[in-house]
């Protein structure tokens, strides 16, 4: 359960101080989440700079790590086996096996949101940020897509293509969730950053955070 009001009835940089009081911040090196909902891009601007934390949610109350202090675990059971079809080929060879979190809750699984419910609107052009995903080191590589008729086409994040911009816009109040696929097993590290632009013109600096998984 979320400690803090989804909807935000003030605007501007005061606003966004206050969307991020009231959390419990966590700062314990080692800890490993697997199973529940989780959302991984959790994004925030304190009113001088943003963050980006891993918000976990399948716990009371709620708890929000630094990237740098926890692993996401992407378990066993999360093994895909990839369709047939040119709408898949992004996930790799049809019938091959990927490890997929997926869009929609698997209570066994890990369940990845991207949140912007930290930022107040009013505070950003369009009240939108942008959060790019920088690298993937691993043994494979990482893909975001949501579900459709053709899921290639609707991919946040791929760090095999490099002609897609491999950025997501990111509103003021969103919660969304999407399929973060890993095409192998191993230890994975994926680096993202986040930026945007004041409703005044003033570009805020970038943040970036790098994320460890551990797939398989």
């Keep these: 359960m ?31 989440l697997s199973t529940g909902h989780v959302d991984v891009l959790d994004v925030e601007y304190t009113g001088t700079g943003f963050e980006l934390h891993v918000h976990d949610e399948s716990v009371t109350p709620d708890v929000e790590y630094a990237p740098a ?45 991207i949140s912007g419910e930290h930022l107040a609107t ?14 993937v080191s691993g043994p494979g590589k990482l893909t975001v897509y949501k579900n459709g008729i053709c899921p290639k086409s609707n ?3 791929d760090s095999g293509d490099a002609t897609l911009a491999n950025t997501r816009a990111v509103t003021a109040g969103e919660h969304d969730h999407a399929n973060w696929v890993f095409t192998k097993a ?3 590290t994926a680096t993202f950053t986040v930026s945007g632009t004041l409703a005044n013109g003033t570009p805020v600096a970038p943040a970036s955070a790098t994320y460890t998984f551990q797939v398989g």
């Design 186 to 188: 191993g230890s994975y």
């Design 122 to 135: 009013g505070v950003f052009q369009s009240d939108k940020v942008q959060v790019k995903l920088d690298s």
């Design 155 to 157: 991919r946040s994040f």
């Design 2 to 32: 979320r400690t803090f009001t989804r909807s935000l009835a003030v605007s501007g940089t005061a606003a966004a101080a206050l969307a991020v009081a009231g959390l419990t911040a966590a700062h314990a090196a080692g800890t490993t």
């Design 69 to 113: 202090d926890v692993t996401l675990r992407a378990l066993p059971a999360s093994a895909y086996t990839v369709p047939t079809g040119t709408c898949y080929s992004h996930l790799g060879t049809a019938g091959s096996t990927v490890y997929r979190l997926p869009q929609v809750e698997n209570t066994a699984l890990l369940w990845p949101g």
